[in-house]
């Protein structure tokens, strides 16, 4: 009689790497967060401090539908209050890109786009999302902080007490992470626990998302 075949859980881990193609390991089993440590351009950088010295709100939403493999995002009008500043089409070029690469990496043809100016955490408490993934990159200011597996309870998950205050890793500016959520199949019960970073008085920080829709 054959014995039975025991499936194990893949280790949880996170990857990094300094091309685009480390983005291409949230794909693998067990792997929650990819990173690709890239630095920003100079003139997209400079944008984005300008942007984020400036005494003005940017709250934007867009769903966008690519019917097509190669179709192109239409971004048209994208933070459209500052596209008389220097390096606003680089700037959109780049937001471009990525959404055409987290298109063809994961098969999306809907995706959410948000680009957020802050002056204060979103969210402030470790947590897990829950979605499928999600690409997060910030253009201006700190980036977002996260947790290796075991470092937090995920029972006492958003409980200030229960957080820790060293372990803490950090998202540099310009590196772009994927992050595998609740909803990912496969990965219940192991997105990647992250929160936004505190700011000080009179700082931002210039932050995009993307959501896998469908």
């Given at each position: 009689m054959l014995a039975p075949v025991i499936q194990l859980r893949p280790v949880i881990r996170?990857?990094?790497g300094d091309t685009p193609l480390a983005l291409a390991e949230i794909l693998d089993n067990g792997v929650n967060l990819a990173l690709w440590q890239r630095q920003l351009p100079l003139h997209i950088a400079e944008f984005g401090a300008l942007l984020a010295s400036l005494d003005e709100p940017l709250a934007e939403s867009l769903v966008l539908e690519l019917d097509a493999e190669d179709a192109e995002p239409n971004l048209q009008g994208l933070a459209g209050?500052?596209?008389?500043?220097e390096g606003y089409e680089g700037f959109v070029a780049d937001v471009s890109w990525l959404v055409s690469a987290f298109a063809c990496l994961l098969g999306a043809r809907r995706i959410g786009l948000r680009?957020?100016?802050?002056?204060?955490a979103m969210c402030p408490r470790f947590h897990v999302d829950h979605v499928p993934v999600r690409l997060i990159t910030t253009y201006a200011g700190i980036g977002s902080q996260w947790l290796r597996e075991g470092v937090m309870d995920r029972r006492r998950l958003s409980q200030a007490d229960a957080?820790?205050?060293?372990?803490?890793?950090?998202?540099?500016?310009?590196?772009v992470a994927l992050l595998k959520g609740e909803k990912w199949h496969g990965n219940e019960g192991f997105g990647l626990i992250h929160r936004s970073p505190a700011l000080?008085?009179?700082?931002?920080r210039l932050i995009l998302t993307l959501d896998w829709l469908a």
């Amino acid at each position: 009689m054959l014995a039975p075949v025991i499936q194990l859980r893949p280790v949880i881990r996170q990857t990094r790497g300094d091309t685009p193609l480390a983005l291409a390991e949230i794909l693998d089993n067990g792997v929650n967060l990819a990173l690709w440590q890239r630095q920003l351009p100079l003139h997209i950088a400079e944008f984005g401090a300008l942007l984020a010295s400036l005494d003005e709100p940017l709250a934007e939403s867009l769903v966008l539908e690519l019917d097509a493999e190669d179709a192109e995002p239409n971004l048209q009008g994208l933070a459209g209050g500052f596209r008389d500043l220097e390096g606003y089409e680089g700037f959109v070029a780049d937001v471009s890109w990525l959404v055409s690469a987290f298109a063809c990496l994961l098969g999306a043809r809907r995706i959410g786009l948000r680009l957020r100016l802050l002056d204060k955490a979103m969210c402030p408490r470790f947590h897990v999302d829950h979605v499928p993934v999600r690409l997060i990159t910030t253009y201006a200011g700190i980036g977002s902080q996260w947790l290796r597996e075991g470092v937090m309870d995920r029972r006492r998950l958003s409980q200030a007490d229960a957080e820790p205050v060293e372990h803490i890793e950090q998202i540099h500016c310009g590196e772009v992470a994927l992050l595998k959520g609740e909803k990912w199949h496969g990965n219940e019960g192991f997105g990647l626990i992250h929160r936004s970073p505190a700011l000080a008085a009179n700082e931002r920080r210039l932050i995009l998302t993307l959501d896998w829709l469908a």
